[in-house]
């Protein structure tokens, strides 16, 4: 993995990160295909909405299709034919979130399944195995999370142990293809925040992300702890907030000097019938899209907004077609892309600070 | 509408149906777009799987969007993008299905909706004007259908009303650019047939349609009557044989002298995980395919058989992903069109009884 920093104004970052299966240009934003599909879309759908890079998820994955039929497939990339970088993140999230169906120990945590019921464990040295296995470009750490609001001793605990999984994750590394990013830490408090940077940077790893935002706080709070994170991140190497991905939020996190985003967001707002435009999001179920035959976003030249009218989607919603949902699930995710391509030409043109402050005057979420 | 017959290799028919959208190269199959959308494709993907028609349903489009918002948005074509031929059933066997619903009469049948229990009326002149309206290449009359067994009564009176409502529809006509067909009906009575053919094989249309099968008779009693329909109507005309699907009756039916087919068949296979195969059908959910890296159709060279693996597909279909039911419903309807497309090139080359005999062969189903 290589990341060069092409350009900086203000905070906002333009890089270009190269990974085993391709090049990102950074700010960039991930698509989730949880399951190993970006829900709707093939693989080349991803493609043409200009995604780079896609996130998945070690504990899906984990529990269905799991280890052995995926190495047996020939990784990752081949079982779902996506030819581009895939980072995957640890499971971590994902098991803290089983709240009763999990035990955290020094070691690990164990948990059940929330498909059957099995008993499973995760270790930082099986999980990035797991990762390493199916051939993905990043791995994400095995971290500890805390909902907020936490206690002090909480996040104090959280910050202690990921940052020695962070360090047992960076001794068991074995495939140099894989590149390891650790987690920063640290709840809203920035004393911990700061000894949970000091901690990781110090194994002088590829990548880093900011985790435990996005969770639960306000967003200014989000706003003010991911500035302060990225902060104390090396300059020379990406940054990713997990979990952002309204436009708002990504604009703010792109002004926060982070580089690399992953939300459900678009996929799931264009399931539920959400579309997301330049101008802000509206519900396409709304009685004022039925007669309404324009695009979905007439600013947006992706293939639904020049084929297909808010007309027809709504119709497709309300008579509970598959169609609408894949369609506008692809054009949020298009959407996505076509800001942060925007995002970078705007860092590369030194007009970030006019850009920022044009999308956030017209988008409210 | 102009229908040529370019060959006959047994009873089986070659020939090219030229309508106001395009040319149809027959003997063919038309996938179903209930609601404006064949489930789950794009119209793009219909014409890729190399869809050269398509059935929509009046019953449902008069419910949703309607008539209004059809002819606002520009006629049905441009309201779902398909710039081919679409035949429109008259809703006659959906109104008919919904039994204690509706009422008939002399001049035409009163239903509620299945949506939301609101009145409604088709007469055989607004059915017309309705498909005419919204700008489809061949309607279907509305007629009177019956549930086997029935009485030698009710199946007297589903032909005299039928024909009777067939005279109507052509008095009806407003608009040239869309053909009318008629339907025979007569159950399982060959007298009855005989009377429904003779009636309105005297109107003179443009094409013919064979219903009231495939309703529940058995397979081979289907057979006999569509082959005895088929032989009752003109040499020159396009016959239709409504709701048949599975490869085994496509073939047959072709055997039989027809034309043309429709079936929700492909598609709601494919949304439940079962693919049809030159080799018979099978369920993807099932265990033995969890591991199968080969293609869904070895001997389909669709973008699903030569993309992806049968354990891909069953994982998301285990995985409970969109993805799955997409694309199994693509491929079903490539396979469809495929074996149409060797069908109408068997019969070309005079070889359609080997043709035919070896589908057969293969496919149980």
Redesign the interface.
């Known amino acids: 993995m290589k990341f060069e920093l092409v350009k900086s104004d203000g905070s906002a970052r333009r890089g270009t990160l190269t990974l085993a299966h391709g090049v990102v240009e950074t700010p960039t934003f991930m698509p989730v295909g949880t ?3 970006v ?4 693989p080349d759908e991803v493609r043409s909405a200009h995604s780079q890079i896609l996130l998945a998820n070690t504990y ?1 994955l984990w529990l ?2 799991g280890l052995d ?1 995926l190495v ?2 020939g990784g990752l990339h081949k ?3 996506w030819n581009g970088p895939i980072l995957t993140d640890s499971g971590g999230f994902q098991v803290f979130s089983l709240e009763a169906r999990r035990k955290l120990d020094e070691d690990g945590v164990t948990f059940s399944s929330h498909i059957d019921g099995s008993r499973h464990r995760f270790t930082p040295e099986n999980v990035l195995a797991f990762q390493e296995a199916i051939g993905v470009d990043i791995a994400m750490q095995l971290d500890v999370c805390v909902k907020l609001p936490a206690t002090p001793k909480a996040i104090d605990e959280s910050v202690r142990l990921s940052a020695e999984w962070a360090r047992r994750s960076a001794a068991a590394r074995r495939r140099e293809e894989t590149a390891l990013f650790a987690i920063v830490q640290g709840g809203l408090d920035k004393a911990a925040r700061e000894r949970s940077a000091r901690e990781i940077v110090a194994l002088n790893l590829p990548g880093y992300a900011i985790g435990g935002l996005s969770v639960g706080e306000t967003r200014e709070e989000m706003y003010e702890f991911a500035r302060f994170s990225a902060a104390l991140l090396p300059e020379n190497k990406p940054r990713y907030l997990m979990g952002v991905g309204t436009v708002r939020d990504i604009v703010m996190a792109v002004e926060c000097g982070i580089d690399m985003f992953d939300c459900v967001y678009p996929t799931r707002c264009g ?1 539920n019938g959400r579309a997301m435009t330049r101008d802000g999001e509206f519900a396409i179920r709304n009685a004022a899209y ?2 309404d ?1 324009s695009p979905v976003d007439p600013k947006c030249d992706c293939y639904v907004c020049t ?3 808010r ?2 989607l709504a ?2 919603f ?2 509970g ?3 609408g ?3 506008l699930s692809y054009h949020n995710v298009y959407l996505l892309n076509d800001l942060m391509r925007d995002a970078r030409a705007a860092i590369e043109e030194g007009t970030w600070a006019s850009f920022r402050n044009s999308v956030l005057q017209e988008t409210p979420v």
């Not at 829900?39 to 093939?42: F, R």
């Open positions: 399951a190993a599909t829900k709707g879309l093939t899906h269905r299709p039929l047996e497939a079982f779902m034919q399931r039925v007669r035959f084929t297909f009218t007309a027809y119709h497709l309300r008579a077609e598959m169609l949902p894949r369609l």
